[in-house]
């Protein structure tokens, strides 16, 4: 069951919410501030949240920006102003859809499914400036220009990817891409991270800023945040 964070001001517009929610399968937590929905959000998971921008001590606007800072949950703000400068700035600091009050149900409900399902698809993708390793097509993109990989180096790749300034050995880069009982050698990992910052320069990635020799060790992938 998907838990939804329902942060609104109102009680009467928190019980409205998650009337329209609960009966489609939705674990609806109520919180009448964003300062109390931040509290809950650091010991609490929730795979949505609906915020309403028109908040005292603090508005939708500064707690969509707070919690993109923190966490990777996917928020609709929901705002009675319908003026596209508000929306406009709800998006571009981070929400991903807005609602207007007063709102149609079914509308709710398809805007909310259709963030999910748009979530979700993000998670089977890896996004580094400009890089774009897509878990489930086997694709590698540097500003939407394909670069072609091994089945070796695409492994390489998501593995660097998602453990961002960790060192891995030779060996262990080995046992993670080729298996324990393959036998390899060192030089064999050298050529496939060669070959690999070859391709990412000619499509324009700084690869050797990123993709870096850790002397004596092995290889890491540099996150310089």
């Given at each position: ?40 959000l650091e010991s609490n998971h929730a ?179």
């Amino acid at each position: 069951m998907k838990t939804i964070l329902l942060v609104d001001d109102e009680p009467l517009m928190l019980d409205l919410l998650s009337l329209y929610l609960a009966p489609a399968g939705y674990d609806c937590v109520k919180m009448t501030s964003a300062v109390e929905a931040i509290t809950y959000l650091e010991s609490n998971h929730a795979d949505l949240i609906l915020l309403d921008v028109m908040m005292p001590e603090m508005d939708g606007w500064e707690a969509c920006r707070e919690i993109k800072k923190h966490w990777a949950i996917p928020i609709i703000m929901l705002t009675a102003l319908g003026e596209k400068p508000d929306i406009v700035k709800g998006l571009k600091i981070g929400a991903d859809d807005y609602v207007s009050k007063p709102f149609d149900e079914e509308e709710l409900l398809a805007r909310i499914e259709a963030v999910l399902r748009r979530t979700q698809s993000d998670l089977e993708k890896i996004k580094f400036l400009g890089l774009e390793l897509d878990l489930n097509s086997f694709v590698l993109q540097y500003h939407q220009t394909g670069i072609s990989l091994t089945p070796k180096e695409f492994a390489m790749m998501e593995l660097f990817l998602k453990n961002r300034n960790k060192v891995f050995s030779r060996e262990h880069l080995i046992t993670s891409i080729w298996g324990y009982e393959v036998s390899t050698e060192d030089r064999t990992i050298d050529s496939h991270v060669r070959n690999l910052r070859d391709k990412l320069r000619k499509a324009g990635f700084p690869a050797d800023e990123y993709l870096v020799t850790v002397w004596g060790v092995g290889y890491k992938w540099v996150d310089k945040k």
